[in-house]
């Protein structure tokens, strides 16, 4: 199972890794949207296995989950999911964010091209004015 997960990974990681160098911003904001999809799965694959394993590699039973006042079994270990629900709400508030500035560059150029947005003519700073009184 572990390996399927390193496996699953990697393929996220190739495929975000691809997208962020292409020439469109949607595709650049779903290889962001992949990248931390990916990032919390390599968490949960570190995190380990919640069975214990007898010397042949069997599993025997399931970890006892984090409460006070349960068994001596070993425990699962609770740092793991916190950190992947943090991510999941980091990456949803960059999530909104990112689709926010693609709306908004849209809207403004017509365009999510990478190689037309760089020959967009900026606009000049609004030059100072002082008011004579």
């Known amino acids: 199972m572990t390996l399927l997960m390193v496996i699953a990974v990697v393929v996220l990681v190739a495929v975000s890794v691809y997208l962020l160098t292409s020439y469109e911003l949607k595709s650049v904001a779903m290889g962001v949207f992949l990248l931390s999809h990916a990032a919390n799965i390599g968490i949960l694959a570190m995190s380990g296995q919640p069975m214990l394993l007898t010397g042949k590699g069997e599993p025997t039973r399931l970890s006892a989950p984090p409460i006070i006042g349960v068994s001596a079994d070993p425990m699962v270990d609770p740092l793991p999911q916190a950190l992947i629900l943090t991510a999941i709400v980091i990456s949803f508030a960059t999530t909104a964010f990112l689709l926010t500035i693609l709306v908004v560059t849209h809207r403004r150029t017509a365009t999510l091209l990478v190689d037309e947005l ?3 003519d900026r606009p ?10």
């Open 124 to 133: 000049a700073p609004p030059v100072a004015t002082t008011i004579d009184a």
């Open 118 to 120: 760089a020959r967009i």
